[in-house]
Nanobody, 116 residues
Framework: QVPLVESGGGLVQAGGSLRLSCAAS????????MGWYRQAPGKQRELVALVPNGGSTNYADSVKGRFTISRDNAKNTVFLEMNSLNAEDTAIYYC??????????WGQGTQVTVSS
């Protein structure tokens, strides 16, 4: 069973918006942190945003003011609202989770393509 399942990626024009969702399966318990990373072609995977359980959100400088992360603890789901998208946001977006024992989990990734 895939531990994290993303949805919501796709093709959007520059200036547009997308909303990503990620649901954790029942095989993951006691999730502490959930969030999103992304990897553009030819680049390393980078942090987009994290939201600890009851803690402060953390955003990459490149997305501050444009992206908003939120989570539904009851459903073990995390969301990423992306606005004012530009070509530099084109990447595969990966859902991430870490439990209270510091085990890390990754989704399979969802492609976001921004056309200029």
């Amino acid at each position: 069973q895939v531990p994290l399942v993303e949805s919501g990626g796709g093709l959007v024009q520059a200036g547009g918006s997308l909303r990503l969702s990620c649901a954790a399966s029942g095989t993951i318990f006691s999730i502490y942190t959930m969030g999103w990373y992304r990897q553009a072609p030819g680049k390393q995977r980078e942090l987009v945003a994290l939201v600890p359980n009851g803690g402060s959100t953390n955003y990459a400088d490149s997305v501050k003011g444009r992206f908003t992360i939120s989570r539904d603890n009851a459903k073990n789901t995390v969301f990423l609202e992306m606005n004012s998208l530009n070509a530099e946001d084109t990447a595969i977006y990966y859902c991430y989770a870490r439990d209270i024992w510091t085990n890390e989990y990754w989704g399979q990734g969802t492609q976001v393509t921004v056309s200029s």
